[in-house]
């Protein structure tokens, strides 16, 4: 079992910044990819950014240049910058992590999300 948790989300203007944070506590043989989701009114819940625990990196378009993935394994957490922000960035923010019970058996775990609105 993985608890995740995310921090950081708020109000920001457009072309502000903001921080997300996602931590992974509980009990588990260790992390692997660790991701982050978001979701708009009236949408699906689309892909922004995920890292493995070898420090691979994949970005959704939309947010390419602006964003920042990155990861402290020793924490077991994962960080999202974002910069440059723009209204169409609004939406609940998920933290996905993958953790796996042995060295093979692996599974998903979700935040409970953090509102980000970017708005004037």
């Known amino acids: 079992q993985v608890q995740v948790e995310e921090s950081g989300g708020g109000l920001v203007q457009p072309g502000g910044s903001l921080r997300l944070s996602c931590a992974a506590s509980?009990?588990?043989?260790?992390?692997?990819?660790m991701g982050w989701y978001r979701q708009a009114p009236g949408k699906q819940r689309e892909f922004v950014a995920a890292?493995?625990?070898?420090?691979?990196?994949d970005y959704a378009d939309p947010v390419k240049g602006r964003f920042t993935i990155s990861r402290d394994n020793g924490k077991n957490t994962v960080y999202l910058q974002m910069n440059s922000l723009k209204p169409d960035d609004t939406a609940v923010y998920y933290c996905?992590?993958?953790?796996?019970?042995?060295?093979?058996?692996?599974?998903?775990?979700w935040g409970q999300g953090t509102q980000v609105t970017v708005s004037s």
């Open positions: 996905k992590v993958a953790g796996y019970s042995s060295r093979w058996q692996v599974q998903d775990y």
């Open positions: 509980g009990s588990f043989f260790r992390i692997g990819h």
């Open positions: 890292v493995t625990s070898g420090g691979s990196i």
